[in-house]
């Protein structure tokens, strides 16, 4: 079997391109280690930047997601049991969208494979690229059902599998450089069935340790605290999650918070990597696959829908016109907004997770950055535009 393009991984970012070359009528085949169930089911972001939205909208991507998103204009601060209202829109004329991921990825899943006639296979193992180097490249793979491997010959390959996918290593080492950042702690991630407890998203900088609110659904709220490195989730009971979400997040006329049930409790290891440079022969990364950036700044799934709209117009150019322009630009022009991002995640840990560091002079400076957001317009617009993403890098 040959296929022009085969996708491995089935989540925002191959489904995307997948989408993009159906729509041009390109042939392709996506490759899913989970089920459809579990890839429609996996809560993990709900921050859409509206560049991102628009970029879905213009193809074809975004009817749910507009009629269902909630558009948030603004974010809070709290520090020492004050609020700062921090209002975004008025400085960039943008707004956010809460859409949770599952409801996307349902939403892409749907469009390419029961609308757009797209070919998946899920629940396939052992996923091994060939030949990346010559002009037929070929994915290989274990069927879940009879145990045979199958073998695809592709014109291109999408590595779209995450950051633990098999796509990343089929690089040759000493052809890639891998930068990692490691922020040095942890966030003990959670989803409570509960509704929001405050109309946006709420960052607590706390000596006790960040804490974060975000809306998901009028049902479900997504919070984040701050813990060590490696800690284990069943160290945080119900009682002791709450205790500290209060305290934390607690301030002066805040609404008290809407307790619920804790649907998930995980520790993410804060740490981020850059894979350079995303393309090798017919190999190319996009999204998770090729940079993962801890989710302080909410940036992760925007990457990858901005990586999978320049890999998608990139393939259809070459397969359909022979234009081979976007291809030859791909990685640079990803890296570019990809640095910007892991900046100013860097940039805004440091502002939550200065106040805990036990160090007075990280705390000094994290309590500088928050007064210059509230004291400088021209700090404050700058901030809004990176929160945002706004400018279009590359
Ligand atoms: P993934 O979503 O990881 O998809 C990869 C797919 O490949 C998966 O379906 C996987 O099953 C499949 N796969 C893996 N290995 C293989 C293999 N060997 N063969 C075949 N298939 C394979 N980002 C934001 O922008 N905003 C947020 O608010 C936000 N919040 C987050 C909160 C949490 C708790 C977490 C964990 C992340 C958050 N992110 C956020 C980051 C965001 O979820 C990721 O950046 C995003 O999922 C990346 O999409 P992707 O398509 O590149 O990879």
Request: hydrophobic share 40%; net charge neutral; charged share 25%.
């Amino acid at each position: 079997q040959h296929f022009s393009v085969v996708v491995v991984g089935a989540g925002p970012a191959g489904l995307t391109v997948g989408n993009i070359l159906r729509a041009a009528g390109v042939d392709c085949l996506v490759l899913e280690a989970g089920t459809r169930d579990f890839i429609e089911r996996r809560p993990r972001a709900g921050v859409i930047e509206e560049r991102a939205v628009r970029g879905l909208e213009r193809r074809g991507l975004a009817r749910n997601l507009l009629e269902r998103a909630q558009a948030h204009t603004e974010c809070e601060f709290r520090f020492d049991g004050e609020r700062y209202r921090f209002e975004y829109t008025r400085l960039t004329g943008s707004h956010h969208f809460v859409y949770p991921q599952q409801f996307l990825v349902t939403d892409l899943v749907r469009e390419y494979a029961d609308v757009r006639g797209g070919e998946i296979r899920f629940g396939v193992r052992d996923v091994r690229l060939h030949g990346l180097e010559s002009g037929r490249p070929s994915v290989s793979y274990v069927c879940p059902d009879s145990g045979e491997r199958r073998v695809v010959e592709a014109g291109f390959v999408a590595g779209c599998d995450g950051a633990r996918g098999v796509s990343r290593a089929a690089l040759p080492p000493g052809r890639v450089r891998v930068a990692r950042h490691d922020y040095g702690v942890g966030w003990l991630a959670l989803l409570a069935e509960a509704p929001p407890s405050a109309d946006c998203v709420v960052f607590g900088m706390h000596p006790r340790g960040f804490a974060g609110h975000m809306a998901r659904s009028s049902e479900v709220t997504r919070y984040y605290l701050q813990c060590p490195p490696g800690d284990d989730p069943g160290n945080w009971p119900h009682e002791r999650v709450w205790a500290e979400l209060r305290e934390r997040l607690g301030a002066v006329g805040a609404p008290p918070l809407e307790e619920g049930r804790l649907l998930e409790r995980r520790v993410l290891e804060m740490h981020s990597h850059v894979v350079e440079p995303m393309a090798f022969g017919r190999l190319f990364l996009a999204g998770d696959a090729a940079h993962l950036t801890a989710p302080i700044a909410a940036k992760g799934m925007n990457l990858a829908l901005y990586d999978a709209f320049l890999l998608g117009d990139g393939l259809v150019a070459q397969l359909t016109q022979g234009d081979g322009t976007g291809l030859s630009g791909y990685s640079a022009t990803c890296l570019a907004q990809v640095w910007d991002y892991q900046e100013f995640s860097e940039w805004l840990g440091e502002m939550y997770h200065g106040t805990a560091s036990g160090d007075p002079y990280r705390a000094g400076a994290a309590l500088a950055r928050l007064r210059r957001l509230f004291g400088s317009p021209l700090a404050a617009a700058a901030f809004a535009e990176q929160y945002l993403g706004t400018r279009t890098t590359g």
